[in-house]
């Protein structure tokens, strides 16, 4: 290890010892972020029942702060596209999206949502949630069981956290 890198850790820990953190604005509030999602209440079709269910005791999803459902995608900064999204939907499910607060970000809960599923060629659904929002995280299934979604949770967490490692991941680095 090279001298400088050695007093750098050297240094962290004496501050530690100190109960002294440093760190950046945005680190300190992703930090925040990724322990309090506040998903939007918005269920379409068969998945939407996982997704109720992952609120229920059984999954405990308070464990990550998940837990508050907004009826207001105002208060929401997370939407789940849990079901078959119809075009009739399509355009409601954008205002939803659009209402909700900076920064938000979509999981797509089921294979509808990710890609149509058994309905892909159906002329009255859309192929994929990602078409009509900009989804962040994919979690296939149908139907996903809640332990999927709460690992789509925790896949979110990561990305939220770490947003430059996300950006590599991405680009298959
Ligand atoms: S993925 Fe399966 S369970 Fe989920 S909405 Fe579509 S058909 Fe229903």
């Not at 999981?107 to 149509?116: E, F, K, S, T, V």
Request: proline share 8%; with cysteine.
């Amino acid at each position: 290890m090279d001298v400088k890198k050695e007093k750098e850790l050297r240094d962290a820990e004496a501050m530690e010892q100190k109960n002294i953190l440093i760190t950046s604005v945005d680190k300190f509030l992703n930090w925040g972020r990724v322990h309090s999602f506040w998903p939007v209440s918005f269920g379409l079709a068969c998945c939407a029942i996982e997704m109720a269910s992952t609120g229920d005791p059984r999954y405990d999803i308070s464990r990550f702060g998940y837990e508050y459902f907004q009826a207001s995608p105002r208060n929401a900064d997370l939407m789940i596209v849990a079901g078959t999204l119809t075009r009739k939907m399509a355009p409601i499910a954008r205002r939803i999206y659009d209402q909700m607060a900076e920064p938000k970000w979509v999981i797509a809960m089921g294979n509808c949502a990710c890609a149509g599923g058994p309905f892909a060629d159906s002329y009255a659904v859309v192929p994929g949630a990602d078409s009509i929002v900009p989804v962040d995280v994919y979690v296939p299934g149908c139907p996903p069981r809640p332990e999927s979604l709460l690992f789509g949770m925790l896949q979110l967490k990561q990305k939220v956290q770490n947003p430059a490692k996300a950006r590599l991941i991405k680009h298959g680095k």
